[in-house]
């Protein structure tokens, strides 16, 4: 994307949940059930995925193997870090100064925090 081709306001937020729901998708073999991105305030770029545990993983929690689930879901997050944030600024055109990752179990949600830097 050049310049004037960086998106801003709600065509960004749903570009870049989509973009995150998509890489569930292919990596994780199937959509979240929910996906919703909010820009806080000037810089904080938050996505939340909710339902994203698959089968396998919901039995291992169910087993009170949630650790497990947990300690494999952090270093997938990790290992994905420089193509999530590749992509939001690709789409926003703004670099991303620092990107943090969690997940919980109770409710299942998965929220990734971009923050960014000035706009050009």
Do not use: W
């Amino acid at each position: 994307m050049a310049g004037s081709e960086f998106l801003s306001g709600k065509a960004l937020l749903d570009a870049v949940t989509e973009s995150m729901v998509g890489f569930h998708e292919r990596y994780h073999g199937r959509r979240p059930a929910s996906g919703k991105s909010r820009m806080m305030g000037d810089d904080l770029l938050a996505c939340v995925l909710g339902g994203v545990y698959t089968d396998v993983e919901k039995t291992m929690i169910e087993l009170e193997r949630q650790t497990v689930v947990q300690e494999t879901r952090s270093a997938f997050q990790g290992a994905m870090e420089g193509r999530f944030i590749a992509e939001v600024e690709r789409l926003s055109g703004r670099r991303v100064l620092t990107f943090i990752s969690n997940h919980h179990v109770g409710p299942d949600l998965e929220i990734e925090l971009f923050v960014l830097g000035p706009e050009s």
